[in-house]
Structures are given as C-alpha cells and as structure tokens.
C-alpha cells in the first residue's frame, strides 16, 4: 500500500506517530517513522521535566532533534506537553511556592518552550489530562495554586508565544460519551465563552481491545460542532498477552473503528499512533501483562491492525 501519510493526505488528514527520539538512530525504526507519518509529536522530549529539568535551565537537545527530523521528513510536529501532572521535574512537583509564584513559573516556562519552536509547531498539547473520571477537575500543584483558571491562563501564554500553533487541551478516557467527556466539553465551551484562546481538543484513545467507544464518532463530532478541531492524539490497543490470532483480528476491526470515526468527522484533523511497534510501546511497562498494542509487531512486521488503517483511510 502507499504509505499511510498519502492515504491521510487524499482526506486533507495528517497520520502522526508518538516517537521516541533516541530510536530515530535505528535504520528499522527511521524506515517506518520518516516515510509513513506526516507528523510526529514527541513521546517524552518536550515534557517539562525533560526540558527544565532545573528552575531555569533548559535543555532542548532531545526536542530539538526530533523537530529537525521532522522537517527534514516534510513532517509537522505536535508538540506535548506543557502543563501537565506528570513527569514534572521535582522544583515543579515538590517545590514550595509564594502566593502568585507558579501561575508565573507556568506562564514562563509555556513562553519559553513555545517561544523557543514558534512557527515550527503545527498544533501543541497546551495542557495535558485536566479531569477527573467524574468530569471535574483534577487535582493537581497548577489546581491548587493557581486555581481553575490555570488553563486559561497556560492558554493565553501559549498563544502570545506563537500566534500560528493550535492550541490544545488533551485527555484520556474522553473518547467517547460519559461523565469525563461531558466535564471536557464543559470545560471547553466555557473557555471558548469566554474568549480565551483554544482551537482544538485531542482524544488520546488508549485503548483496551475490544472496547473502542461505540459513541466516538459523535462525540468528536459535538465538539467538532462547536468550531474546534479535534484529534486523536495518542493511539493504542492493548490485549492480554499473549496475542493470538484472534485477538489481532479483534483489533484491527478497532483500529478501523478509531480511524473511520475520525474520518467521518469533518473537523477531525487526524490520527496520531502512540508508537508503530510493539518493541517500543509504554503499554508492557505500564500495564503489567498487556500489550502488543501497536500496528506494527516486535519485528517491525504490519499486523492486521495496519491493514484495517489503510482500509480506514
Ligand atoms: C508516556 C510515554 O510513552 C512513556 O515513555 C513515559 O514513560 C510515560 O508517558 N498519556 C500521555 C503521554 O499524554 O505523554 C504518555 O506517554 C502516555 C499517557
């Protein structure tokens, strides 16, 4: 098949890959990475702890070289993540701060990050993961400090940083209707009200094998309703191991479902995997047990679930 970037592209979509910097080094993985992606969105490069380690000092050699990579291979990038929870570094996570202090260091470090790419980063993943399984706001050091208004504020800093990047807010377990998505559509809309600056809304769909929503395509599609692009930002499926032949067929009908749903949405903008090969996924570290959740199997083979990705597109 012609690589899946010319499939997306006759739909006006992009087909991203989640990368992992350090393997863009291996022949096998810059193969796959540099031909059948039109965008990457780094796996860890850009997360705060990675680039500010230390209050104040930055190091930008891991996003840096996914970002000339990108552009040598005519790829956007899709950059994640600025504000978010987890893999804060430590000043971040732990550090005692006077009234007024983070929202400053948050909107600094936003600046800064988006100041350092603009004009280089098709969309950002401004804030990352805000809600609660209820819908409500999640509890976090930017919650705490600076109050609700912390995205709006990140939001804002973003924007003046670079005018031309879309603006995201990005989550997990919102892919279809429920409780969470209902708190992000909520969240969005009232942002939009009040004129603060968001152009779209990202589904990271880590998915379980045989539980793709049946509801996703209207759920992007009443956010898409509401002038935002919408993405699926973060694709996997993940299975019990071992897999078995059925269990691969299982998934490449919901990879097709994921795909489809997005292809049926007019302002859904693309689809980004969350890896291509099952030997670089962070499903087995992270869900003890499960895996075998990417496109592309150990030895960099198409499964069944990159077969269904063409048919999708
Ligand atoms: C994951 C990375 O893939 C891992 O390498 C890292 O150890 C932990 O984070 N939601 C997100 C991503 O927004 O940033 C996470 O990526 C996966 C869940």
Same mark, same amino acid.
């Given at each position: 098949a012609p690589p899946l970037r010319e499939l997306a592209a006759e739909s006006g979509r992009f087909l991203g890959l989640g990368v992992n +910097?350090?393997?863009?080094?291996q022949a096998n993985y810059t193969a796959v990475a540099g031909t059948e992606f039109s965008s990457l969105t780094p796996g860890n490069e850009m997360k705060w702890g990675s680039v500010? =380690? &230390?209050?104040g000092s930055y190091s930008w050699a891991g996003a840096d070289r996914i970002v000339d990579y990108a552009e040598a291979h005519d790829q956007e990038v899709h950059g994640? &993540?600025? %504000?978010?929870?987890?893999?804060?570094?430590d000043w971040v996570a732990n550090g005692t701060f006077a009234d007024g202090e983070l929202r400053q260091v948050m909107t600094d470090h936003v600046a800064t990050e988006v100041g350092r790419y603009a004009g280089r980063? #098709?969309?950002?993943?401004? %804030? @990352?993961?805000?809600? @609660?399984e209820d819908g409500t706001l999640r509890d976090t050091v930017f919650l705490r400090e600076i109050g609700p208004d912390y995205i709006a504020d990140a939001l804002r800093a973003a924007r003046a940083a670079d005018p031309d990047a879309r603006l995201y807010i990005n989550d997990y377990n *919102?892919? +279809?209707?429920g409780a969470k998505s209902d708190g992000m559509y909520e969240l969005v809309t009232s942002l939009l009200d009040a004129g603060v600056p968001l152009d779209g809304v990202g589904f990271q769909a880590h998915l379980i094998l045989g539980? %793709? =929503? #049946?509801s996703m395509e209207q759920n992007l599609r009443r956010f898409a309703d509401l002038g935002l692009e919408v993405a699926v930002t973060e694709l996997d499926v993940r299975m019990q191991l071992p897999s078995d032949a059925a269990k691969l067929q299982q998934q490449a009908v919901d990879y097709g479902a994921v795909v489809g749903a997005c292809v049926a949405v007019? +302002?859904?903008a693309g689809v980004t995997l969350w890896?291509? *090969?099952? #030997?670089?996924?962070?499903i087995p570290p992270t869900f003890p047990?499960?895996? #075998?959740?990417?496109?592309?199997?150990? @030895?960099?083979q198409p499964k069944p679930a990159y077969h269904a990705i063409v048919e999708a597109l």
């Amino acid at each position: 098949a012609p690589p899946l970037r010319e499939l997306a592209a006759e739909s006006g979509r992009f087909l991203g890959l989640g990368v992992n +910097g350090p393997l863009l080094d291996q022949a096998n993985y810059t193969a796959v990475a540099g031909t059948e992606f039109s965008s990457l969105t780094p796996g860890n490069e850009m997360k705060w702890g990675s680039v500010e =380690p &230390t209050r104040g000092s930055y190091s930008w050699a891991g996003a840096d070289r996914i970002v000339d990579y990108a552009e040598a291979h005519d790829q956007e990038v899709h950059g994640h &993540t600025l %504000v978010w929870h987890s893999q804060l570094p430590d000043w971040v996570a732990n550090g005692t701060f006077a009234d007024g202090e983070l929202r400053q260091v948050m909107t600094d470090h936003v600046a800064t990050e988006v100041g350092r790419y603009a004009g280089r980063i #098709a969309r950002w993943d401004v %804030v @990352n993961e805000p809600l @609660n399984e209820d819908g409500t706001l999640r509890d976090t050091v930017f919650l705490r400090e600076i109050g609700p208004d912390y995205i709006a504020d990140a939001l804002r800093a973003a924007r003046a940083a670079d005018p031309d990047a879309r603006l995201y807010i990005n989550d997990y377990n *919102t892919d +279809g209707l429920g409780a969470k998505s209902d708190g992000m559509y909520e969240l969005v809309t009232s942002l939009l009200d009040a004129g603060v600056p968001l152009d779209g809304v990202g589904f990271q769909a880590h998915l379980i094998l045989g539980q %793709v =929503p #049946a509801s996703m395509e209207q759920n992007l599609r009443r956010f898409a309703d509401l002038g935002l692009e919408v993405a699926v930002t973060e694709l996997d499926v993940r299975m019990q191991l071992p897999s078995d032949a059925a269990k691969l067929q299982q998934q490449a009908v919901d990879y097709g479902a994921v795909v489809g749903a997005c292809v049926a949405v007019d +302002g859904c903008a693309g689809v980004t995997l969350w890896g291509f *090969t099952d #030997a670089d996924s962070w499903i087995p570290p992270t869900f003890p047990g499960q895996g #075998a959740a990417l496109p592309w199997d150990e @030895n960099y083979q198409p499964k069944p679930a990159y077969h269904a990705i063409v048919e999708a597109l």
